[in-house]
């Protein structure tokens, strides 16, 4: 038997099998999934994943936003525990891998620990945040950032969703409301392993993302109000077009962004008109613009452009604009140490690697403002995700799990 920690590998097998369990959960309707945030299909998956957490022999707290944590033991009950996770929603037309990836691949993590008994000084706590994605209810990323104390708990149980259902009553609904204070819980590390949702490693060609960074973002929501009339009879120069405002606004931020070329993004994914009628110009548009970049000097002034911007599109077509940043985190910066970490082992198991930002927004970002953390990403195909064709390889799964348990296993701390 190699002595603990020499042949350090998952089972890649294990992990890929529970991934295809998870997916059923919350299926899609082309081969993703739809497991949104606080829906029965949440609760099931989250049922799943306490099962397989005891059935590892961990134990599952639950703070009162909904986060789960699983603990294994470590041998010194007063290290604070290394956490490992990330989260079980998915958007509505998500992939299967998105946060799925990062919590079973932590859960794959301790049964490889146990598989090849394994003791830490520091315990391990196997992390999954409610509401990462903010698709049904906004901000992303909702309960780590409560956490991580840049949001109050009640202002999070607000948070209404398109239907108008909130947060809490939701959260009590399908069962998951915990006993433990939200952010009382002190993290000597915290570790998360997700698919890149972009490009880079599959064209690059390599195993593993080094995650250095997260590029920073600003959620605008607009409120356009304008005037309902009829589609037909109201003449052109009679209309308060809320829609063409939208439109314009819409051009204005891509210009933005192209502006802002390299490092910048932007763009719009939701939208409602009311009343959403095909013959009646609407008399209220709402919806979000999504602006991200890593320099922080560059993303505050695509939203000062843009703020600058919309208000003269909307004066020149006599509707009303309002704006609610209602999304933001700054640029990150993971922590040096653990990044060395994460690079150390996928060199030590021979991986390719490259350092990487992360283009998408993930509950390390907020974790990372309440304890040294860092990210390990693996590669998807095509770059492509939130959308059901998502995939990645078993292989990828693999490589990266890998390298999550030997940073992991190093920052707790192996005990002979
Ligand atoms: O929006 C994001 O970057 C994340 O997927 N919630
Ligand atoms: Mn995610
Ligand atoms: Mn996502």
Not at 383 to 401: D, F, P, Q, T
Request: negative net charge.
């Amino acid at each position: 038997m190699a002595a603990p920690g020499e042949n350090m590998r998952i089972n890649g097998d294990r992990l890929w099998d529970s991934l295809m369990e998870m997916a059923k959960i919350g299926p899609g309707i082309a081969g993703g999934n739809n497991r949104q945030t606080l829906t029965d299909a949440d609760a099931e998956g989250r049922a799943l994943f306490q099962k397989w957490c005891e059935a590892a022999g961990m134990t599952m707290g639950v703070d009162k936003i909904g986060n789960m944590f699983a603990t294994r033991p470590g041998e010194d009950p007063d290290a604070l525990p290394v956490y490992v996770g990330s989260h079980l929603d998915t958007q509505p037309t998500g992939g299967k891998y998105d946060g799925v990836l990062g919590v079973l691949g932590a859960l794959e993590v301790v049964r490889s620990m146990n598989d090849l008994n394994i003791k830490t000084k520091h315990p391990i706590v196997v992390t999954n945040w409610t509401n990462e994605e903010g698709a049904r209810f906004a901000p992303a990323m909702l309960a780590s950032g409560v956490f991580a104390g840049m949001h109050e708990l009640d202002w999070a149980y607000e948070r209404t969703d398109p239907e108008g259902k909130k947060f809490g009553d939701e959260l009590k609904r399908i069962g998951w409301v915990g006993d433990e204070e939200v952010g009382a819980r002190k993290m000597h590390a915290y570790f998360e392993y997700h698919i890149e949702q972009g490009p880079i490693l599959e064209a690059e060609e390599k195993s593993i993302g080094v995650v250095t960074h997260c590029q920073g973002l600003w959620w605008l929501e607009f409120t356009l109000t304008g005037k309902e009339a009829h589609t037909g009879s109201t003449p052109m120069n009679m209309r308060v077009n809320a829609g063409l405002a939208m439109a314009r606004i819409l051009e204005m931020v891509q210009g933005v962004a192209m502006d802002a070329q390299p490092g910048a993004v932007g763009g719009v994914g939701q939208m409602f008109f009311t009343p959403n009628s095909r013959n009646v110009l609407p008399g209220k548009v709402v919806f979000t613009v999504d602006i991200r970049s890593p320099d922080e000097k560059k993303l505050n002034g695509m939203r000062a452009a843009i703020e600058a911007a919309a208000p003269k599109i909307c004066d020149e077509l006599g509707v009303k604009c309002s704006i609610e940043a209602i999304g933001h985190f700054d640029p990150v910066t993971f922590d040096p140490t653990l990044v060395a970490s994460v690079r150390k082992a996928a060199e030590d198991l021979g991986y390719s690697h490259m350092d990487l930002i992360s283009g998408a927004g993930h509950d390390a970002c907020w974790a990372a403002k309440v304890a040294p953390a860092t990210m390990v990403m693996c590669p998807c195909v095509g770059g492509l995700s939130h959308n059901e064709a998502e995939e990645i390889s078993k292989e990828w799964a693999a490589a990266g799990a890998d390298v999550l348990m030997r940073a992991v296993v190093e920052t707790a701390g192996i005990v002979e």
